[in-house]
């Protein structure tokens, strides 16, 4: 008699934790392999749109065209159009990438060579586009007298446009006198004669004063074989400045002093008579005329 067939033990069920994520990647394949998919676009997107994003959303041709640059910090003196002289001289007239990382400096570099900007404060880009671009223009202090006419400086001597002042314009400035030497770059460049940067100096050192005192020219001369100044005002009256500011010698009075006594000089009734401001003292020496 034939022994009974045993039956196999069940095999053991797998953990319902087990089953169920193979359940689920079984019977969702197709759909993992579609999020996969649809993953990758979107990286693959935003690669593209690191790229071109600007370009489309800024306009056609990804350009910065002038009309889209606010210019801001142009002194009340500056009569030209600095915003156009200075796109014209470095040919932006065309317009800018918009993507080209050295944008901004290359907005600065354009108008840091106008003669008018002493500096570009800063280069600001916005969305959507534009850009804002503040300067610092260079202050004109004195007309310097040349051949023909009177060409303007700031404090250091540098060149500035001329063309921006009319006759009336340039008279509201002291004149520099006895300049004998032609500026030796273009405007925007230092003329390149100390006798113009002391001039220049002592224009800017004197600020309204010369208003105050109806003084209208300076004048070097030679004193002990170095430079000095004389300032002229109406009437043939004549005040001794001395050296100019910072060169003054061993026992001078130093410029604020100077301009201190000119303050003093100003509620005074004007005289003829000369006015040594050098001497080291409470009060102007007056010098008699011969």
């Known amino acids: 008699m034939s022994a009974p067939l045993r039956r196999k033990p069940p095999l053991p069920e797998p953990a319902a934790g087990r089953r169920s994520v193979a359940d689920f990647v079984s019977t969702r394949r197709a759909g993992l392999g579609a999020l996969l998919v649809l993953a990758g676009a979107i ?4 690669l593209l749109w690191r790229r071109l994003g600007e370009q489309v959303t800024w306009g056609e041709g990804g ?66 586009p534009a850009a804002v671009v503040e300067v610092l223009c260079r202050e004109p202090v004195a007309m310097v007298a040349v051949q023909g006419g009177l060409l303007a400086v700031d404090a250091e001597g540098v060149v500035l446009p001329s063309g921006d002042f009319t006759a009336e314009a340039a008279a509201e400035y002291p004149r520099i006198m006895g300049v004998g030497s032609s500026p030796q770059g273009p405007e925007g460049s230092p003329w390149g004669d100390a006798a113009v940067e002391e001039g220049a100096a002592l224009a800017a050192v004197i600020g309204p004063e010369w208003r105050s005192l109806g003084l ?25 400045f001395g050296s100019a500011p910072g060169r003054e010698r061993a026992g001078e009075a130093s410029a604020a002093a100077k301009v201190a006594r000119l303050r003093k000089l100003a509620d005074d009734k004007p005289t003829t008579d000369a006015v040594d401001l050098t001497t080291v003292s409470d009060a102007p020496r007056s010098i008699p005329t011969p």
Do not use: Q, Y
């Open 63 to 128: 350009l910065l065209k002038p009309e889209m640059i606010e210019l801001r910090g142009v002194s009340p003196w500056v009569k030209s159009d600095l915003k156009a002289e200075a796109r014209r001289a470095a040919s932006l007239d065309g317009g800018l990438p918009l993507a080209d990382p050295e944008l901004p400096n290359r907005i600065a570099r354009a108008f840091d060579t106008h003669p008018w900007v002493r500096r570009v404060v800063g280069v600001e880009l916005k969305h959507p």
């Open 43 to 46: 990286v693959a997107a935003g």
């Open 216 to 240: 209208v020219e300076c004048r070097p001369t030679t004193s002990g074989g170095a430079r000095t100044w004389n300032l002229i005002g109406p009437e043939g009256r004549k005040i001794v």
